[in-house]
């Protein structure tokens, strides 16, 4: 199965466009997108409310996936075939997102 309802974490996987392209399954007919499991899950609910033309731009498994179904040729420039390397002056926080909740709750 290529991603299943629970695993929907998957989808949020950044990469380059071939190591997208190598997980992916051709003869697949359908994902099960479930919009309750990723608006609440804390490492896709960015997926859930990011604007559609950001989210067809992104290095995101899902970014992809859309960009294969609607036909979308990915921008080279944009998507760098860089894998995940990230550039030095995000110091480590890869897996963070400017929506995680809390960010400025310290200050209450």
Not at 14 to 22: D, F, P, Y
Not at 80 to 105: C, N, R, V, Y
């Amino acid at each position: 199965m290529p991603v299943a309802w629970n695993e929907s974490e998957r989808l949020a996987a950044r990469s380059c466009e071939a190591a997208h392209a190598r997980e992916f399954f051709a003869d697949t007919w359908c994902y099960m997108l479930s919009n309750n499991t990723i608006k609440s899950d804390e490492r896709t609910r960015v997926l859930a409310y990011m604007p559609a033309e950001h989210l067809l731009a992104e290095r995101y498994y899902l970014s992809f996936l859309l960009r294969r179904a609607l036909g979308i040729t990915p921008d080279e420039k944009q998507l760098a075939e860089t894998g995940t390397d990230l550039p030095s002056h995000l110091g480590g926080h890869a897996g963070k997102t400017q929506f995680d909740e809390g960010a400025f709750d310290h200050g209450v």
